[in-house]
Nanobody, 122 residues
Framework: VQLQASGGGSVQTGGSLRLSCAASGLPFSNTAMAWFRQGPGKRRLIVGAIRWRGNNTFYADSVKGRFTISRDNAKNMVYLQLTSLKPEDTAVYYC????????????????WGQGTLVTVSS
């Protein structure tokens, strides 16, 4: 199993980014994919999640209406569109894969990407 996250960068407040997670080797039929983030000195917190099959999604309250999680089954890709970015969104963003749903804490997720840094300046 391999997860490869990319797309991070530095933007100003109000800017946008799209993060990508390339997945391989997963049992896609019963997989849930999630994005977490970890700011400096903070715990790793969920941002959003999506099931590989069906239309179920989950968003943390702090990003609802600003971030959108999506997937491309044909390409084995999961995306996180970040809009209206704020300085408090600054963090390393990780994609993760697991089989339980809905899971909003990191421990049950079996596989993790390496993280991609998002920096939002005021």
């Amino acid at each position: 199993v391999q997860l490869q996250a990319s797309g991070g960068g530095s933007v100003q407040t109000g800017g946008s980014l799209r993060l990508s997670c390339a997945a391989s080797g997963l049992p896609f039929s019963n997989t849930a994919m999630a994005w977490f983030r970890q700011g400096p000195g903070k715990r790793r917190l969920i941002v959003g999640a999506i099931r590989w099959r069906g239309n179920n999604t989950f968003y943390a309250d702090s990003v609802k209406g600003r971030f959108t999680i999506s997937r491309d089954n044909a390409k084995n890709m999961v995306y996180l569109q970040l809009t209206s970015l704020k300085p408090e969104d600054t963090a390393v963003y990780y994609c993760a894969a697991g089989t339980a749903w809905p899971v909003t804490v990191p421990e049950p997720y079996d596989h993790w990407g390496q993280g991609t840094l998002v920096t939002v300046s005021s």
